[in-house]
């Protein structure tokens, strides 16, 4: 029953199945609009007040290019201080991040960037700079443009910089946009961990071939 080939089956579902499963964090300053930008993606709504004093984890099931994809999001409370954790073990919890600032809050702005940094940071030390970790920022409150205090290209110079996607958007008014980049950063996390498996097997199969060669390659020398 422990045969290599049912091993590898078994590792191949395991792969599988974790690949359906999409973990996003909403990240970004105390009333930046995080749960109405996802309220608004979850139920096509906006909800002016949304009573939020913890944190919250969302399920969902979605459908994208033919797969069935077990969705969780998780926006945390920024009171509680628990969204750190968040950062400080990547690794074990999400797999693309969308920043929210508002348009016309520049603290907010500042404090996208901030926690962008911390993530590229936290994922450097944890994947030794593997790969980029998908990340959208988000420009909120686009109807507040009158008064705007982030200008649209600075933020997608940052983006730019950070290798992130970028989208100004309004919870309050608009829900396509708000759709389009879920969708969006849902597929490059869906290719994210693709290249993430493919890369494990990879360099399994790497680390037998070195394994093998220094055995006879030892034995070449010795002759
Ligand atoms: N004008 C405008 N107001 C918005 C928009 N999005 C959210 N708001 C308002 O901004 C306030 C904060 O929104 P939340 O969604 O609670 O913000 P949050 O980032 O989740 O805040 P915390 O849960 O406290 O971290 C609420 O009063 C919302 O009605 C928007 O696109 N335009």
Redesign the pocket.
């Given at each position: 029953s422990c045969s290599p080939a049912s091993r590898d089956r078994t590792a191949d579902s395991l792969d599988t199945a974790s690949m359906n499963d999409i973990k996003l964090a909403l990240l970004?300053?105390?009333?930046?609009?995080?749960?109405?930008v996802l309220v608004r993606f979850l139920t096509k709504r906006f909800i002016?007040?949304?009573a939020?004093n913890a944190n919250s984890l969302y399920r969902k099931r979605i459908s994208i290019d033919g797969r069935q994809l077990n969705l969780e999001v998780f926006?945390p409370?920024?009171?509680s201080g628990e969204s750190r954790c968040i950062l400080e073990e990547p690794q074990e919890w999400a797999d693309g991040f969308i920043v929210?600032y508002n348009i016309s809050d520049r603290t907010s702005f500042l404090n996208a960037k901030n926690i962008v940094r911390q993530i590229k940071e936290a994922r450097i030390e944890n994947c030794k700079g593997e790969v980029e970790v998908p990340i959208y920022l988000v420009g909120?409150?686009?109807?507040?443009c009158h008064a705007r205090q982030v200008c649209e290209d600075e933020a997608r110079s940052l983006a730019l910089e950070n290798k992130c996607c970028f989208q100004e958007v309004?919870?309050?008014?608009n829900y396509q946009e708000i759709f389009n980049l879920f969708i969006k950063l849902i597929r490059n996390v869906m290719d994210h961990l693709k290249y993430r498996a493919d890369r494990r097997r990879y360099s399994g199969s790497k680390s037998m071939a070195k394994l093998i060669n220094n055995v006879f390659g030892k034995r070449r020398k010795s002759v």
């Open positions: 970004g300053s105390e009333g930046a609009g995080k749960s109405a002016g007040e949304y939020s926006d409370c920024s009171q929210v909120n409150k686009q109807d507040l309004s919870a309050a008014e």
